[in-house]
């Protein structure tokens, strides 16, 4: 994975580091990076990111987002297209599971998470942005 960060021109994270030392490192390696915290990062990480931001690439609107609220990821993507009408993309962490999927004309992107656990395999996503189209891949390294 540190070579997918290194040969980025963005590098988004959704939250829920595992430590700052991570948060360091991809700042260290990544050209452009955007983040937020999940509710598994301590305040030091706290601090430093937002629960959400949005910016733009190439006149898309991208939110990034690690929901706040928790609770049961059923429903979740449906309720994120609800809050962010105005979004192209929506990049969100929370459940740790990859997803893809259109909701209206919103593309919704859950990466999954970096590294491998009980509960999931290492996962990530490259998103192509270009003015006509939005692609996303999901990938196990």
């Known amino acids: 994975m540190q070579q997918a960060v290194q040969e980025a021109e963005w590098v988004v994270h959704c939250g829920d580091f595992t430590g ?3 948060l360091e490192e991809i700042r260290r390696l ?3 990076f955007v983040g ?3 509710n598994t990062d301590p305040g030091n990480i ?3 990111l937002p629960h959400q931001v ?3 690439i190439e006149g898309r609107k991208i939110v990034v987002i ?4 928790g609770g049961h990821p059923d429903g979740l993507e449906r309720e994120l297209a ?3 009408p105005d979004a192209d993309a929506i990049l969100f962490g929370h459940t740790h599971e990859p997803c893809k999927v259109k ?3 919103t593309l919704l992107l859950n990466p999954g998470q970096g590294y491998s656990s009980f509960m999931v395999p290492a996962s990530m996503a490259i998103l192509t942005v270009n003015r006509s189209e939005l692609k996303a891949k999901l990938l196990t390294p």
């Not at 690690?66 to 609220?69: Q, V």
């Open 82 to 84: 609800r809050r962010f």
């Open 54 to 56: 949005a910016f733009e």
């Open 46 to 48: 706290r601090r430093q």
């Open 20 to 22: 700052v030392g991570v």
């Open 66 to 69: 690690h929901p706040p609220w």
């Open 103 to 105: 909701i209206d004309d």
């Open 36 to 38: 937020v915290f999940g």
């Open 30 to 32: 990544a050209p452009n």
